[in-house]
Structures are given as structure tokens and as C-alpha cells.
């Protein structure tokens, strides 16, 4: 074993979620090897034709990763080892706090083309294809933005893929409405923390009324425009919005937590033409802050 590559405890936890044959065209090549080529490249950014030989074929590498980000086996794993997690009381439901990060994408991330891939596989590939690939334009450049809840042992819940200049509030809504963890005992799934904080750019009275909708108790600050047009609008204008001070530090987390998914230079940076691709690529950082707990 080398630097990066999954231990064998790593293995034990992760090898039961995995894809066992391909249906047709023949067996899987090994599973370990081929993730840890994956891995390598998550850590390192290099082009996948430049991975080392001990990971075998470049193309197959890569294939994989791709079949994989397209029918969604990355989050099915991602969901699997959260269950394992919950089953065992390593997940803290009692708070979770949502943020975002900007990654700047290369300049070979561009240039996709704008229908979807004809790929092979399941039907349901399509469906995860973008028209817009999750590129914005801004004065800096190209750039995609992570959309991410985290709970509170520093572990993603669930993750979402936009153009860099998409606005926080808008997205905190979808970003909540993917978090799903099956229970091991069979039931609904887990699918809302107990308490979220965020800081003030999703204040809005939608996302306001959404968390009390679904009973979720909430610290997110009010910026100074909305307090303002409140008071102006008096009786009508509802309540103060109540501040937890304890709970608003506790949103460090979520960024601490985007701290050790951006250590990944592949992740730091968007190499990725495909959206589906660069969200599998995300998941697969995640799986392993997953399997490191």
C-alpha cells in the first residue's frame, strides 16, 4: 500500500457497496486498484492520461470514474457507507450547517459539447446531464460552485453542483431536499437535521418559512436591509429573528469541512468537462472523509 491509497480497513468498509459485474462485455477489472488510481488522481490533478502504470490502463480508470458519476453508483456509495455511519451513531443529526465554495475550473473543464453524451448504460444517464456543465463566467474566469450540507463530525451530508455565479438562497432549498440516508433497519430515511445554520446569504422569508414548514430550527443571521424593511412594515413585518450565538460558531465546521474536501486538487480545482463528471469527483472526496471516521 501506498501514500493515498485505501488501507485495509478502508477496503473492508467500502468493498460490499461495490458494483460486483457489469451485466455484459465481461467481469469488472479489480475494484481496488482501479479506485485507487481514482483517488490518485483526486489527490494529485493530473491528466488522466498521465496516471502511473500501477494503476493499469489510464482508460480504464477513467471509464470507470465516468460510468460511475453518470448512473450515480458514486452517490449510491456515498448514501450506503451514511447508512453504515448511522447505524453505528457516527452521524450528529442534532446540527448540520450549509455553505458553499467556489472552484475555479481549468481552462481544459470548458469546451464540452452542449447536447447530452451518448453514452452506454442505464436510461437514467441523461437525466444528470447540465446544458450548462456548471461553468459561470465572471470577471475571473470560468468557475463552478459547490453546494454542500454538512453535519457536525466535519462529514458532508449531501452535495450539489452550479455555475460560480449562482446565488447562495435560492440553491439552500434544493441542497436540503438531497439529503437522504436509508436507515439499516428498514423505514423512511433520514432526511432533515434537527438544527441548521447558515451565515446571512440564505436569509430570505422562503427559506425561513421552508425550515419551519419542515419543523427544522435554524440560526441564520438577518442582514441589516431585511431588519430594516421589517420594522418598516411593523405589525406585518413578524417577529425578530432569534440569534444562537453557541450554535452560529458551530458553523466553522462546514468550513473546515470544505478546507479538507479543496486539500483534493482535482476538487480545488475543476478539471472536469462534464458536470456529472466533476460531481462524481466531489462524491469520491466525500466517501473518503466517509471511511476515515
Known amino acids: 500500500m501506498r501514500r493515498g491509497d485505501l488501507s485495509d480497513a478502508e477496503w ?38 498521465d496516471l502511473p502504470s500501477r494503476f493499469g490502463e489510464w482508460q480504464t480508470v477513467y471509464d470507470r ?89 466535519l462529514r458532508p451530508l449531501t452535495l450539489l453542483i452550479t455555475p460560480g455565479q449562482w446565488g447562495d438562497a435560492p440553491q439552500m432549498i434544493p441542497v436540503l431536499e438531497r439529503i437522504r440516508v436509508p436507515r439499516s433497519n428498514g423505514g423512511h430515511p433520514r432526511t432533515r ?16 418559512r421552508y425550515l419551519c414548514r419542515r419543523q427544522i430550527k435554524h440560526t441564520i443571521p438577518e442582514p441589516s436591509n431585511q431588519q430594516a424593511n421589517r420594522r418598516r412594515r411593523g405589525n406585518r413585518g413578524g417577529r425578530p429573528v432569534g440569534f444562537d450565538k453557541a450554535r452560529y460558531a458551530r458553523r466553522n465546521e462546514v468550513e473546515r469541512l470544505i478546507g479538507k474536501l479543496k486539500i483534493n486538487r482535482a476538487v480545488a480545482m475543476r478539471f472536469d468537462k462534464r458536470a ?18
Request: aromatic share 8%; net charge positive; proline share 5%.
Open 12 to 49: 473492508a468498509r467500502l468493498k460490499p457497496y461495490l458494483p460486483r459485474n457489469v451485466g455484459r462485455g465481461g467481469r469488472w477489472k479489480g475494484h481496488r486498484r482501479v479506485i485507487n488510481g481514482i483517488l490518485f488522481r483526486l489527490r494529485t490533478g493530473i491528466p488522466w492520461r
Open 65 to 153: 470514474h465516468r460510468r460511475w458519476s453518470a448512473d450515480g453508483t458514486w452517490e449510491e456509495i456515498l448514501r450506503a457507507v451514511q447508512t453504515d455511519a448511522d447505524a453505528q451513531g457516527r452521524i450528529d443529526w442534532s446540527m448540520a450547517s450549509v455553505d458553499s465554495t467556489i472552484c475555479r475550473a481549468h481552462q481544459h473543464a470548458a469546451g464540452a459539447r452542449h447536447r447530452p453524451p451518448k453514452v452506454p448504460g442505464r436510461r437514467v444517464w441523461p437525466a444528470r446531464h447540465r446544458d450548462d456543465e456548471g461553468l459561470g463566467r465572471s470577471r475571473g474566469g470560468l468557475t463552478t460552485k459547490v453546494h454542500l450540507v454538512g453535519g457536525g463530525g
Open 193 to 208: 437535521p434537527e438544527y441548521l445554520s447558515g451565515d446571512r446569504a440564505y436569509s430570505s422569508r422562503r427559506n425561513r
Open 276 to 293: 456529472y463528471v466533476f460531481h462524481g469527483t466531489v462524491s469520491v472526496a466525500a466517501i473518503r472523509l466517509w471511511l476515515r471516521t
